[in-house]
């Protein structure tokens, strides 16, 4: 799968907790990205990252945050976790910006109790 | 703002019979659109894209999409479905984020299934 791991696969957790999610690439793609998956709703973009430390809101940020400290991994951090967080979140990368097809992580599914 | 519509939450095809799964768009500019595939407990898998040219894109696994812009509709399909095309399908369009880099927005799905 394009050399994206995803971690964990999966998790449960009670609301209120922290939890973070990490995604790690070995392509050296420039762009990553964070989705969710939900039922009715499709992919949403949560957060993206155009560089190390350089990283912006999608559709869906609230309650989520972001870091990227290194070229091969995007960190996905939920500050207080609620039960709305419930979801499959995807990782994808892009090395060739724009025009260009995006490549998908296996998912962390997360459940929050 | 740029959106995508798919019509159809789930679609059934027999065998060998051609399909079609279809997707609408609204844009402003130019369209920049895809189409991914996705297999039970998997990612999602690129297929297919139209940036510019032919109205007839070609893709993998035998997949092609047909882009109309009178219609605003870039609907894929097949000429003959096999029972392993059964999986979640998603349309997206593209959009350029202020760095430059691409961003794309999703369908809600179709769910295409392929009756042996």
């Known amino acids: 799968d394009a050399g994206i791991t995803q971690s964990p696969r999966h998790k449960v957790t009670e609301t209120g907790t922290p939890v973070t999610l990490r995604c790690h690439q070995t392509?050296?793609?420039?762009?990553m990205y964070w989705y969710r998956q939900d039922p009715g709703h499709g992919l949403r973009l949560i957060h993206y990252?155009?560089?190390?430390?350089?990283?912006d809101k999608g559709e869906v940020s609230d309650g989520y945050s972001v870091s990227r400290s290194k070229t091969e991994d995007f960190l996905l951090t939920l500050e207080s976790a609620t039960s709305s967080q419930t979801s499959v979140y995807f990782c994808?990368?892009?090395?060739?910006?724009?025009?260009?097809?995006?490549?998908f992580g296996p998912g962390t599914r997360l459940t929050v109790l | 703002a740029q959106s995508v519509a798919q019509p159809e939450d789930q679609v059934n095809v027999a065998e060998g019979n051609p399909l079609t799964v279809k997707c609408t768009y609204s844009?402003?500019?130019?369209?920049?659109l895809f189409w991914y595939v996705q297999y039970p407990n998997r990612g999602l898998q690129f297929l297919l894209k139209?940036?510019?040219?032919?109205?007839l894109v070609k893709g993998s696994y035998g997949f092609e999409a047909e882009f109309n812009k009178s219609q605003t509709s870039f609907h894929l399909k097949k000429p003959s479905a096999l029972v392993s095309d059964s999986a979640l399908y998603f349309c997206?369009?593209?959009?350029?984020?202020?760095?430059?880099?691409?961003?794309?927005?999703f369908g809600t799905g179709t769910r295409l299934t392929i009756i042996p």
């Open positions: 844009v402003s500019g130019n369209p920049y």
């Open positions: 139209y940036i510019t040219g032919d109205n």
């Open positions: 997206a369009v593209s959009s350029v984020s202020n760095f430059g880099n691409e961003k794309l927005t």
């Open positions: 392509e050296n793609h420039r762009y």
């Open positions: 994808a990368i892009n090395g060739q910006g724009f025009y260009n097809e995006q490549f």
């Open positions: 990252s155009y560089g190390v430390k350089d990283t």
